[in-house]
């Protein structure tokens, strides 16, 4: 009777997600169904007419509350506006980049991930929304240029460039993965000045920035992250001051669980 209550509860609160967050009525009533279909998958349907599609390893609708409904890495004044540039590291399956690509006119996404199987979700999900203003890269972003394994902690979105954590777990290699590092990417693709630098990364967001040009770092004038502990030897206080000695006015906040956090920051004019 308790699993039953429980699934229950969950069902009620994945179509109140889906509800909020504007699924339309025909995509709230095939959600459930579209798992036991011959290709399983979670697909969200929008009243606007985006839809998007995951494998069922992923938790889309958590990802989707947490993007699309509360926010989580555009809080407060942290719009995209149009023409903004936005450079989305650890894209996924595509949530956050649908979601900028879609705020205003005339905005362009650089959406980055390395995982092999992941990256082709983000390419269909793109396609199936005809949104041409957002570039797939596939790749990983890190301190160094060239070849990595990337490192799979169980689940698709906790995929790490690191083969162990601080408290001696270790993880299962998934894929080699070409690395690029932050100042090609915005010399690849021509950013001039990135409006939102969004990193999702799981621990390497460190390397990412400690090893960006001052350059690069210039031409930043918003950065949203979800910060990691545990996965290395840095820290939440060594990105906060590396940021504040950079320009930047830092907010964060405490870790939601025992390894996450979000911090954002703004180039202070």
Excluded at 113 to 131: G, K, T
Excluded at 145 to 168: P, W
Aim: glycine share 8%; proline share 4%.
């Amino acid at each position: 009777m308790r699993a039953l209550g429980r699934e229950i509860l969950d069902r009620y609160k994945t179509a109140r997600t889906l509800v909020v967050g504007g699924t339309s009525l025909r995509g709230l009533v095939l959600y459930p169904v579209r798992h036991r279909l011959p290709n399983p998958r979670h697909q969200i349907d929008l009243k606007t007419g985006l839809s998007m599609v995951s494998p069922l390893d992923v938790p889309l609708v958590r990802v989707f509350e947490d993007i699309w409904v509360k926010r989580c890495y555009t809080r407060d004044d942290f719009k995209v506006t149009s023409g903004d540039t936005v450079v989305d590291i650890g894209a996924s399956i595509g949530v956050f980049s649908i979601w900028a690509a879609t705020r205003a006119q005339g905005v362009r996404v650089i959406a980055v991930e390395p995982s092999p199987r992941i990256f082709n979700f983000l390419v269909q999900n793109l396609s199936r929304n005809r949104l041409r203003q957002v570039v797939p890269v596939q790749a990983a972003c890190g301190g160094e240029g060239g070849g990595a394994i990337l490192y799979s902690r169980g689940f698709e979105g906790g995929n790490s460039m690191y083969a162990r954590d601080n408290a001696g777990r270790t993880f299962r290699p998934l894929a080699e993965v070409l690395v690029q590092t932050l100042d090609e990417i915005f010399r690849r693709h021509e950013v001039a000045i990135c409006n939102l630098l969004k990193l999702s990364c799981v621990g390497a967001e460190y390397e990412v920035l400690f090893n960006a040009s001052e350059d690069t770092l210039r031409r930043i004038s918003k950065i949203s992250m979800e910060y990691h502990l545990g996965l290395n030897d840095h820290c939440l206080a060594e990105m906060v001051s590396f940021l504040e000695q950079r320009g930047f006015g830092v907010n964060f906040t405490a870790p939601y669980d025992d390894e996450c956090g979000y911090l954002f920051a703004r180039q202070r004019i």
